[in-house]
């Protein structure tokens, strides 16, 4: 029982990181550009988002989800062009350059860190890129069959190694690994023992969160229960206050009528 309630707690702990993948894919969506609620993927995102550091991440996530979609899309149409059936891809052509210019909105929301409401901001940005990606997909529908789209997208594997999207996954990883690293700072002030020698290892990127999870299993394993109770307390009022603060964003886009925050990719 002990044993549980020790891996109950560091769960919780854990569940204040962030992880470097933000993932988006337009086949989660309802396809409705009308809806207005936020999906419960982009509630949890947006959780992260109550400082700067954690908004930043998150609209940078957003960029690499749309900076893919426009390299899949680009590599769709040049695929359809020098296909021997003639293959109007005008339509398709239309929808990039409009995710282009949401990539374009996107990278400005990273510069404006006096931004009113970042959460508001970010939903809208994620809900422009969903409706375009879901239009790119069901006008490719429209053009050709399932069979030919699947080998399509079998070509597009190479576009990970993009130098666009590799500065990009740079980018994140550094900001993801210095947002945990200041949740972890305030985790071990709560245990007690601020261990600075182990986040300066894990800053510098030689040890990964699952040893520092380690680490904390071990050291919450020698506090008494009274301090595990006033560490799973603290803790839960905390996520408790994140979740109150996602909530008001939420109701707040969903009553000025924004949209389902859920992010695509062709």
Known sequence: MKKIVNIFVVLMLMASMMSVALVVKADDTGDDPDD?????????????????LGAQIRLLQLEKAII???????????VLQGFDVDVDTTNLEEILV????????????????????????????????????????????LLLDDDTIVKIKAELRDILDSAELQDCSMKIRHWVRQFNGNQ?????????????????IYLGG???LDQVRLH?????????????YDLYSE?????????????????NI????????????P
Do not use: C, W
């Open 206 to 208: 030689t040890i990964d």
């Open 36 to 52: 207005n609620s936020v999906d419960s993927k982009t509630e949890r995102e947006i959780q992260a988002m109550n400082n700067p």
């Open 235 to 251: 803790i839960k009022e905390e996520n408790i206050r994140n979740n109150i603060q996602a909530h008001e964003a939420i109701e």
């Open 98 to 141: 409009n995710l282009t210019v949401n990539l374009s909105k996107v990278r400005a929301a990273e510069e404006d860190t006096d931004a009113e409401d970042p959460v508001q901001l970010f939903v809208e940005l994620k809900h422009n890129s969903t409706n375009l990606t879901v239009q790119f997909r069901d006008t490719l529908r």
């Open 216 to 228: 904390l299993y071990t050291l919450i394993n020698q506090m008494t229960k009274a301090k595990k």
């Open 68 to 78: 893919t979609n426009i390299l899949k899309g680009d590599m769709i149409v040049q």
């Open 254 to 265: 969903e009553n000025h009528g924004k949209g389902n925050g859920h992010g695509g990719r």
């Open 184 to 200: 972890l700072y305030r985790l071990f002030n709560l245990t007690g023992e601020v261990d600075t020698s182990l986040l300066e």
